[in-house]
């Protein structure tokens, strides 16, 4: 495991953010890194997570936040910086172009769950507003009773090796993922890929979309990871919990069809993106956010998706983060908050403030311990500075 934590090599440091953008005056600027994993540390990933080890990995905690004592991103809104880069307001995902098990793709389905799956529920929020809420917050969360359908199909499970040396304990772990936006690229939180306190860089990384109680070999099973890239200094604070993997082709090696075997897209579909110009914009915004928690009650096996509009906006002194109710545990981070969700990919979802379908707006960071708020949970705020900007340096990673 150490040979391979040094056979990680970094191919390129690239300065995302301006000092002003990011961080108070006069202090250093935030900066991203990519990270190449050699093909036979590729191989040899796929191989190592046996059945058994796909049972026993530990869920990755969700980190615990102590606001007394976090790194907080205390300056002003990006979007007010004349220096941050422009974000589109929405990048759309793509429908799946292989059937699974002859899954009709061209045929709209109903969203909503399934009163016989283990639900949990509070008050109804249709028409709530941010504004309105303190902690408990509402929230409805149940079992996704098909998971072979776009865009459940986008959403997975992502397996992974901590070695020694980082601020948690060393062995196989587990967070959630999604297929974002372009053919082979998977969204989790950072801490489902690096240590930001020590440094260190997990390895053995697979990718299973639409885990189903196992690998789904509706979806080619497991997916190995080509790169990592995500911020890796002068980050510290939750706004830039945020990475991405970018995966091989079906063969296992290649990138973006270059193999001659279709990238992952092809099999799930990839959600899409919008990025916002400043954190209030959240108000209105109704979510579904998927995972797979591990800790109890949950058992990890299985996929949730839990509804909820987000309840709060820079809590407890933040800024750039959003918190909405979710009971989901350990094991659901990295997982997307979605807007405009509609399975099937119906041009327009009708349940939003936002005229557009599966976009993701977030992910699953972190909860609050004091005050303890376990049936809530925080993301950041999708930016120009920590996401957009993240993405574009992603994309200079060579593909293949």
């Not at 941050?84 to 045929?107: C, F, K, Y």
Request: glycine share 10%; hydrophobic share 35%; proline share 8%.
């Amino acid at each position: 495991m150490k040979n391979m934590k040094r056979r990680i090599r970094a191919i390129t440091a690239s300065i995302i953010g301006l000092a002003e953008v990011a961080f108070a005056q006069g202090a250093s600027p935030a900066a991203a890194r990519g990270f190449r994993i050699e093909l036979s540390d590729q191989t040899r990933a796929e191989s190592y997570w046996t059945s058994d080890r796909l049972v026993y990995a530990k869920p990755m905690p969700l980190s615990s936040v102590d606001p007394a004592t976090a790194a907080f991103n205390q300056t002003e809104p990006p979007s007010k910086s004349a220096n941050v880069q422009l974000a589109p307001e929405v990048l759309p995902g793509t429908l799946p172009t292989i059937a699974a098990g002859g899954q009709d793709l061209s045929r709209s389905a109903r969203s909503g769950g399934d009163a016989s799956q283990p639900t949990i529920k509070m008050s109804d929020h249709a028409q709530a507003t941010a504004a309105n809420f303190t902690y408990e917050f509402p929230f409805n969360n149940y079992q996704v009773p098909n998971v072979n359908m776009y865009p459940y199909s986008a959403i997975g499970k992502l397996f992974f090796v901590v070695p020694p040396g980082a601020s948690i304990d060393p062995g196989d772990y587990v967070c959630s993922g999604s297929v974002f936006y372009d053919s082979h690229t998977v969204l989790t939180a950072r801490r489902c890929m690096y240590d930001y306190p020590t440094g260190t860089s997990y390895s053995n990384f697979v990718f299973y979309p639409a885990y189903d109680g196992g690998p789904n070999p509706a979806y080619n099973g497991g997916w190995t990871v080509r790169a990592l890239w995500t911020w890796v200094s002068n980050a510290a604070s939750m706004d830039y919990d945020i990475g991405f993997l970018q995966l091989n082709d079906a063969a296992g090696y290649g990138c973006n069809g270059s193999s001659g075997t279709p990238p992952i897209w092809s099999y799930t579909g990839s959600l899409g993106v919008r990025f916002f110009g400043n954190a209030s914009q959240y108000a209105t915004i109704q979510e579904n956010v998927l995972g797979y928690p591990q800790s109890s009650p949950f058992s990890g096996d299985k996929m949730y998706q839990n509804a909820a509009i987000v309840a709060a906006i820079n809590p407890l002194g933040t800024s750039n983060i959003v918190e909405l109710g979710n009971p989901q545990t350990d094991g659901t981070g990295g997982g997307p908050w979605i807007v405009g969700f509609n399975p099937q990919g119906a041009p327009h979802a009708t349940n939003n403030t936002i005229n557009a379908t599966n976009l993701i707006t977030g992910l699953n960071s972190f909860k609050w311990t004091s005050p303890s708020q376990p049936l809530a949970i925080n993301s950041p705020a999708f930016l120009a500075y920590n996401l957009w900007d993240l993405y574009t340096g992603y994309n200079k990673l060579p593909c293949p």
